[in-house]
């Protein structure tokens, strides 16, 4: 027993092993990425267990993911030799949360059956409560009211303790009672939603003070990981947990880093941590100082970038590893561009017997996952995509998709049923029975039972008038198909149909999200010829099979990926206004900037031995080029550590190549990506200004007269 115990111990650093076995009291690890903070956390878990010092039922550990927290089960497991016969109370902060209220729902007054509702439910049910109170929902869209209570939910604020100005901001001053109607709706119908979950707890625990105790005494050892990016709610029921009155020191160990935190735009307050030795007297505070995960040049680059923030505890890094490879970076024409090069790389990779599994794309926003999805298909490189759906099943995507579809080919009865309510039309149960009826009954499509339908006085006028309206609608979209621009047309059905606009309305941070997606669905059409040909494409990418092969490319946001790692991760998108995002960019103040370039932070040291980071010299924005400008970041990261890359994905597109407008008739260095560039170029009749682009001084994209004659990794000096 004590010799197998030694054996994981041996595999730990001084620091890391006193925080180990630092047993009794509260400890915090303060420490880097790549430090070993997650490793500290599973190795004290296995030696706590090891010792006999609780049992798997008495340890309380907290992972900031699901994911996280099977993978921290298993290497447990792995460490003891043998599997833990379950570790009921490690998840997340939610999954503690929900298992707790189900044993003492009666004591909240909830039943043990409680449902938890989705975003949507949550949505629809407080629409309900403003159409009871006759708030104009456009003025006043549910989904601000859904984000205030959220927002407050997660300082841990119940209605009746929302401080008095802050519900002005809503229906003039009525946010605090729609609040609190709001919680009394969803008691009758015995339901929580995600925020309730801690808040419930908090209620629980306060109000009963025994059941708190049981709770204190069974949990004799408190974990938590990615502690910077816990929210006030989670941090005082932590608090609560951890108080013994018993005089027994509290063994909480949290572990984290101020430079890793990303989710402030969603109430996680990087305070909680700086505030640890204060919250919990006589606390330990270790540091680690090594990194195992990366590289000297992909520390070298992340820890240079980081120090650009000012709000930060600051720390000293090392390595003993390699060198390794420096950072690359490339520019790339546009994000087609980008995509071909990734691939092309990725494939490059593959040849030279790197896992799929090892390689991983971080993105800043979700539709830039497109691209990728579209060129990995045409590739046939396996990928997945963690943390969220696939590009094409978006809930957005899917609707556009069906009208796109039912606008083709009016007999599609399954796309039909998608939207014929969405947004809300009044078509709802009532007139989707009707018409399936009738087309059972005649053995027609429901488009056509539809055309019957409102020809009779079956349905209420209301619904009669809404369904001849979207009939009518999409025949005039149909005869639009030939004369039309497929682009175009594709923005007008989405706008006259209110589907833009039902987003638009929505103003929540998830609906931004959704309208850049939908831009850059028909973004990309203008790849393609017509509406019949995207259709197409979109089809077989829809259905490209992706259940088998288990050795898959990583797909996912910078947002996920916290506590990853890979051998190789790119990094695409790296454009002022993308990263940092123009939303954090139009905010006041630093903060919004740091937190990106703490994303940014995060995403390098993601990386094992390579990173790369590309950037787009043009995008697309409905048809219209726009010249992007590549990532302040890119300028941040120190340049011993950073290679530009060489000619390489740049090939054709070198500076002689097209130093003038000649050059582009000629054709011949042109590849295809490249023609389809420039078509679309000539359609959408912008010119993209092609200005030479640089990083301390070095030439990294071509353009222009002005770069004409010079190499790519040529130092160049502007003159200003
Ligand atoms: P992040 O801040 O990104 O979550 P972290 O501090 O949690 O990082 P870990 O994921 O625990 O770091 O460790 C990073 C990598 O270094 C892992 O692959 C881990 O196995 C390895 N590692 C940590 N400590 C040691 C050690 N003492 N010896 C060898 N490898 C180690
Ligand atoms: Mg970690």
Not at 387 to 397: D, L, N, S
Not at 462 to 482: C, I, T
Not at 647 to 663: K, N, Q
Request: glycine residues 8%; charged residues 30%.
């Amino acid at each position: 027993m004590r010799r197998g115990a030694d054996r994981y111990l041996e595999a730990l650093n001084p620091e890391q092993r006193e925080a180990v076995e630092t047993l009794d009291g509260p400890l915090l690890v303060l420490a880097g990425a790549g430090t070993g903070k997650t490793r500290v956390l599973t190795t004290r878990i296995a030696h706590l267990l090891r010792l006999g010092r609780a049992h798997p039922g008495q340890i309380l550990a907290v992972t900031f993911t699901n994911k996280a927290a099977r993978e921290m089960k298993q290497r447990v497991s792995e460490l003891i030799g043998g599997a833990v016969e379950g570790m009921p109370w490690l998840g997340t902060f939610h999954a503690i949360g929900v298992k707790i209220l189900r044993r003492h729902a009666e004591l909240v007054d909830l039943k043990p059956s409680f449902t938890v509702l989705d975003t949507d439910d949550q949505i629809r049910l407080i629409k309900q409560l403003l159409a009871a109170e006759n708030i104009d929902e456009k003025r006043w869209p549910a989904r601000v009211l859904a984000s205030m209570i959220d927002g407050w939910k997660n300082r841990g604020l119940r209605s009746e303790r929302v401080p008095d100005g802050e519900s002005y901001g809503f229906a003039n001053g009525k946010g605090r009672d729609l609040y609190a109607a709001y919680q009394r709706r969803l008691k009758d119908l015995n339901a929580v939603d995600f925020g309730d979950l801690l808040l419930e707890n908090l209620r629980l625990f306060q109000d009963h003070p025994d059941v708190l105790a049981r709770y204190q005494q069974r949990f004799r050892y408190m974990l938590v990981d990615e502690y910077q990016d816990t929210n006030v709610a989670q941090y005082l029921w932590l608090r609560l947990l951890a108080q013994r009155e018993d005089g027994e020191p509290q063994n909480v160990c949290c572990v984290g880093d101020d430079d890793q935190s990303i989710y402030g735009w969603r109430g996680a307050e990087v305070d909680n941590i700086l505030r640890f030795e204060t919250d919990f007297p006589g606390a330990k505070v270790i540091r680690l100082e090594r990194n195992y995960r990366s590289t000297a040049h992909i520390l070298g680059a992340a820890s240079g970038l980081i120090a650009h923030n000012q709000g930060r505890l600051g720390k000293t890094l090392h390595t003993e590893g390699d060198d390794g490879e420096k950072v690359v970076v490339q520019g790339c024409w546009d994000d087609e561009e980008e995509a071909r090069v990734i691939g092309e790389d990725i494939e490059q990779l593959q040849r030279h017997e790197h896992a799929l599994n090892e390689i991983a794309i971080l993105v800043r926003a979700s539709f830039q996952m497109r691209a990728f999805e579209d060129r990995f298909i045409t590739l046939g490189l396996d990928y997945r995509v963690i943390g969220g759906p696939r590009f094409y099943e978006r809930q957005e995507i899917r609707d556009a998709i069906a009208y796109l579809d039912v606008t083709l080919n009016p007999s599609n009865d399954l796309k039909f049923e998608r939207i014929v309510n969405v947004p809300r039309r009044g078509l709802g149960e009532a007139t989707l029975k009707s018409l399936h009826q009738l087309a059972r009954a005649n053995e027609i499509p429901l488009t056509q039972a539809a055309r019957l339908i409102v020809e009779t006085e079956e349905l209420k006028p209301k619904p009669r008038r809404a369904l001849a309206g979207l009939l009518a609608d999409f025949d005039r979209w149909r005869s639009m198909v030939d004369t039309m621009r497929h682009t175009e047309l594709a923005e007008l059905i989405l706008d006259e149909s209110g589907y833009t606009g039902m987003w638009q309305a929505d103003r929540s941070q998830q609906a931004e999200g959704r309208l850049e997606n939908l831009k850059e669905l028909i973004r990309f059409m203008e790849e393609f010829d017509t509406l019949a040909g995207f259709m197409e494409h979109v089809s077989l990418v829809m259905d490209a099979a992706t259940e088998e092969g288990t050795d898959r490319v990583n797909l996912m946001t910078l947002h996920s990926a916290k506590g990853l790692e890979f051998d190789t991760v790119f990094l695409p998108g790296w454009d002022e206004g993308l990263l940092p995002h123009q939303r954090s960019l139009d905010e006041a103040g630093r903060s919004g900037l740091e937190e990106e370039r703490r994303l940014a932070h995060v995403g390098l040291t993601r990386a094992r031995k390579n990173a790369k980071i590309t950037f787009a010299q043009n995008r697309r924005n409905y048809g219209m080029w726009q010249t992007a400008v590549p990532s302040r970041f890119i300028d941040e990261l120190p340049h011993e550590h950073v290679q530009v890359a060489e000619d390489d994905g740049l090939r054709g597109y070198g500076p002689s190549r097209f130093d003038s407008e000649d050059m582009f008739a000629s054709g011949n260095y042109e590849t295809p990506g490249w023609q389809r560039a420039r078509a679309n170029r000539q359609r959408s009749g912008g010119a993209p200004r092609r200005e030479p682009i640089t990083i301390e001084g070095t030439l990294v994209a071509a353009s222009t007269a002005e770069g004409a004659g010079l190499e790519l990794g040529q130092r160049v000096f502007h003159q200003k």
